[in-house]
């Protein structure tokens, strides 16, 4: 088996392929298929990419005939990086017919020794290597290396054939195609497995409350925060003449669902009104409280979904006038909500004040279950 920079040789276990650049080249394909493949390979190698740039290294092909029909297709690439030898070199390929079909293929290096040769396959094919012959590790391909009778190093890549082998070598080469005959069944099982197990867990729709309950209430606090923050700049909008923003009380059901296995799908949301004056949940539907779901379960790509039931929404954001008397006794002066959440603020705030009067700056509320209240006095 060799891989090449630019043009990868892959050994597929399976059918016995040589994948070349997304093409397929099989043996015991047509001739008159190979051909046109190598040529077409060629060409797109030569050719430049989109920006221009064209590679350092050149390919050419020839085919030779014998009585009409074609018995060799040679494809030479000069100036060529194989990163298994770590060195740029020349060398032809033959993709040698028997009988109109791709039969064995010839490696001939123009550069390289017969001897380092051997020294590369040595380093890269040790272990398989049975009596002289170096095998890929599936063992169902083999290269033999000796010098051409036109001179060059060349290797020979071969299928695996036990009958065509020594006496002596069969059984060990037949152990050996067994065990990693055995050795990829249980590799397909394990594929199939993983497989079935990604099609199990893609075909629910998981509770990141029962899944990973931090996550859970990270991405609750976000839904919070996102309500907060569209809430402010509602509130920013009313005009001097109003003295105040209010927004609620009103409960909720929320669902949050990715319903496809996809980060760029949206996020779904389900809502319906519990209690308040939004019944038609308007305030979920702003792009700004789009909740994003996470995409992933035990690194799988799944569908997952949040819900968060009886999730109030009341927010309150004004200022107002307040007196604070000798007995601690506060008056709120002017207009302002008419709400426990804003005057239990306002007092909770004012505790430590000397009596005396204040301007109040006060951002109150609840979301979900959690009060917050920020409230500045001058």
Known sequence: MIKLLGLILLLLIANYQISVSQVVLEIGDNSNEIAQKIEWLTKDHNSSDSYGNVSSSRWSYDIKYSNGKIIDVIQCRS??????????????????????????????????????????????????????????????????????????????????NIAE?????????????????????????????????????????????????????????????????????????????????????????????????????PTEISCVSISGTDRDCVLFKKKALVLMMPTKIRDIEVRTKASYKNFKVIYFHGEVKVTKGKNGEIKIKGDFPVNTIVVDGINQELKTYDKGRYLIIYEVGEFGDDRFSFIDVY
């Open 79 to 160: 100036n060529e990086l194989i990163l298994e030898f770590r060195m740029v070199t020349s060398y032809c390929k033959h993709y040698v017919m028997e009988g109109g079909k791709l039969a064995y293929i010839l490696n001939q290096y123009e550069q390289i020794s017969l001897d380092q040769l051997k020294v590369f396959y040595e380093t890269r094919y040790a272990e398989q290597k049975i009596g002289k012959y170096y095998f890929s590790d599936d063992y169902k391909h083999y290269t033999q290396l000796y010098l051409h009778d036109n001179g060059y190093a060349t290797g020979e890549w071969r299928t695996t």
């Open 165 to 265: 082998f020594p006496n002596e070598m069969k059984p060990l080469i037949s152990k050996r195609l067994k065990a990693m005959e055995v050795e990829n069944n249980q590799r397909q099982i394990e594929l199939e497995n993983k497989r079935q197990e990604i099609r199990d867990v893609r075909s629910k729709i998981y509770d990141i409350e029962i899944e990973d309950k931090a996550l859970y209430s990270e991405r609750k606090e976000f839904l919070k925060k996102s309500i907060l923050e569209y809430l402010r700049n509602e509130s920013s909008e009313r005009g001097s003449e109003t003295p105040y923003y209010s927004y609620g009380p009103n409960v909720y059901d929320l669902t949050y669902t990715l319903s496809e296995v996809s980060s760029s799908y």
